[in-house]
T-cell receptor, first 112, second 116 residues
């Protein structure tokens, strides 16, 4: 089955700085890679996703890059704000409607 | 946007009680829904795939007689934790996709289950 590894487990940055979270996956058949933000006591909220036919996708301050050859993908958050503080999960699947395999999560803290 | 609603948000009950959790897709139909379990400061672990009109598919190690899943309509899946014990205490989360093969999954806000 799929195995997704995520690093780092915790990340602290100063407000305004950039944050980068990295994930690797094992199943070469995986073709869909979403990123979720989870706040305390809430369910995960999709923030951005990328499919295997695209190398990079950007949405305002958030971007995701995908390297299919190396089987890794990364989340980039620029100009971080305190409200970006949360747990971020990467995931992989063989299709957006298929079951997701999650990474272990990254606790991002943005210091004011 | 697609909304998934879970109810109740929190349950506290005595050991031996059965607890039902509902997952509803509010503005779309979902032939498939997923149930996850999350321990404190841990990741989401898939428990089972709920299929409308047929039996659920359980992940290895998940007891199907313990965690009963019913997906009787295109907008509702239920998870019943039978004869719950303290070790069943956890955060249970469901997800669903509007389907069509290209839509992302949306998650409910979870149910915090505490068994005393």
């Amino acid at each position: 089955g799929e195995n997704v590894e995520q690093h780092p487990s915790t990340l602290s940055v100063q407000e305004g700085d950039s944050a980068v979270i990295k994930c690797t996956y094992s199943d070469s058949a995986s073709n869909y890679f979403p990123w979720y933000k989870q706040e305390l006591g809430k369910g995960p909220q999709l923030i951005i996703d990328i499919r295997s036919n695209v190398g990079e996708k950007k949405d305002q301050r958030i971007a995701v890059t995908l390297n299919k050859t190396a089987k890794h993908f990364s989340l980039h958050i620029t100009e971080t704000q305190p409200e970006d503080s949360a747990v971020y999960f990467c995931a992989a699947s063989r299709g957006s409607a298929r079951q997701l395999t999650f990474g272990s999560g990254t606790q991002l803290t943005v210091l004011p | 946007g697609a909304v998934v609603s879970q109810h109740p948000s929190r349950v506290i009950c005595k050991s031996g009680t059965s607890v039902k959790i509902e997952c509803r897709s509010l503005d779309f139909q979902a032939t498939t829904m997923f149930w996850y379990r999350q321990f404190p400061k841990k990741s989401l672990m898939l428990m089972a795939t709920s299929n409308e009109g047929s039996k659920a598919t359980y992940e290895q190690g998940v007891e199907k007689d313990k965690f009963l899943i019913n997906h009787a309509s295109l907008t509702l899946s239920t998870l019943t934790v039978t004869s719950a014990h303290p070790e069943d205490s956890s955060f249970y989360i469901c997800s669903a996709s509007p389907g069509g093969g290209n839509q992302p999954q949306h998650f409910g806000d979870g149910t915090r289950l505490s068994i005393l």
